[in-house]
């Protein structure tokens, strides 16, 4: 019981420090736009092979045709749900080399799908209104979450595997 | 007891039912928080909030200020009352994802464990809610809310707000969920992974 508790110390001040320093002034303008316009950027690039009516501006993903743009903003850019993954990495025993292979790759997963997040957002929006809006506020928050807990599970089953004893008995 | 890659599946299933069920009584799961929170309101701050109350699902508050000529003058000056809207929905989906996670654990008592935490996500609920007003409150009213006594700094209302808003209603159901895995294989199995420190 006692371990779980320092656990969970660990994996709450790291949150709340991470989530902290991401909302600071500095951090936003220099590290989380810039990150979040090579989102938009990224996403359409992506889609620009079925779809050749979408530009990118800025956090902006645009339909040239219909007009109707989505505006990427905190918390629609999986940085909090990166925040949360690293956080339990690094409240988690294991070596160092261990936990940043987990946080590079958990990284890359949690980003991968939320560019399928915002591509989905981005056509959902023009066909449906109140989906887009539900399915933004409500549904795409909690997948992207349990992508984080599926990525958390790897890694503990990884670790098992690299070291087989720790998690059979 | 099941595996954690069953479970997740077994959540995946459950969701699209708890959902719908939070749907069906989105207003009245979001009650009891809505109540706290204006309970909490209008004890503490009596003289910012005139009034709060939940209809359906949008919590209502209603300020001791007014605008007149986009200057903010207090209500009594203004003739009326600036009203807030909060979409509770905001914060009331963390119900049916805690309750998703839960139901598919296959846990002792589950009514039991769903009720306690249900409790937990209404207290923090209402933290929400309160945080969300104080935003608006600051964007809207501006110096003369921050001047107001007992009112936060900005910036920990800020913070407060984010945490409120983008982690709390997907984190929260998974630590309580988490903490309520106790006794559980998986949990048998976390704790010896954790007493067994590589690092150390």
């Not at chain 1, 990118?56 to 909090?80: H, K, M, P, W, Y």
């Not at chain 2, 464990?113 to 937990?120: K, Q």
Request: proline content about 5%; some cysteine; charged content about 10%.
């Amino acid at each position: 019981m006692l371990v779980m508790t320092k656990f969970l110390i660990i994996f709450l001040a790291t949150l709340l420090t991470l989530f902290s320093v991401e909302m600071l002034t500095p951090v936003q303008h220099g590290v989380i736009q810039p990150f979040t316009t090579s989102l938009a950027t990224l996403s359409s690039l992506l889609i620009l092979p079925f779809d050749d009516g979408v530009i990118s501006q800025g956090r902006i993903l645009r339909d040239v045709a219909t007009g109707f743009a989505v505006s990427i903003e905190s918390g629609c850019n999986g940085v909090e749900a990166a925040i949360v993954l690293i956080a339990g990495v690094l409240a988690f025993p294991a070596r160092w080399q261990q936990k940043l292979i987990a946080i590079a790759l958990g990284f890359i997963a949690i980003q991968a799908l939320n560019i399928l997040r915002i591509v989905s957002l981005f056509y959902l929006g023009q066909w449906n209104y109140t989906v887009f809006e539900w399915t933004h506020l409500y549904f795409w928050p909690v997948l992207i979450m349990i992508d984080v807990l599926v990525v958390f599970a790897i890694y503990l089953k990884w670790l098992a595997s690299v070291e087989p004893k720790a998690l059979t008995s | 007891m099941i595996g954690l890659r069953q479970q997740l599946v077994m959540t995946l299933i459950l969701m699209p039912i708890t959902f719908a069920l939070w749907i069906a009584a989105a207003g009245l799961l979001a009650g009891p928080a809505a109540w706290l929170a204006g309970f909490i309101l209008e004890q503490m701050y009596a003289g910012i909030v005139a009034s709060a109350a939940l209809n359906d699902t949008l919590f209502i508050v209603s300020v001791e200020f007014g605008n007149v000529n986009g200057k903010i003058v207090t209500a009594t000056e203004a003739g009326h009352e600036l009203v807030f809207e909060v979409n509770t929905q905001l914060l009331s989906y963390s119900i049916p994802f805690y309750a998703a996670l839960l139901w598919s654990s296959k846990l002792q008592n589950p009514a039991n464990r769903f009720a306690l935490g249900l409790f937990a996500l209404w207290f923090t609920m209402a933290l929400g809610l309160i945080a969300i007003v104080m935003k608006d409150l600051m964007l809207v009213v501006g110096a003369p809310f921050l001047a107001a006594p007992g009112i936060p700094p900005g910036a920990a209302i800020a913070l407060l707000y984010q945490f409120s808003v983008l982690l709390a209603p997907t984190l929260l159901p998974v630590l309580l969920w988490l903490t309520q895995l106790q006794g559980t294989p998986l949990w048998t199995a976390l704790q010896q992974r954790l007493i067994r420190d590589p690092a150390a």
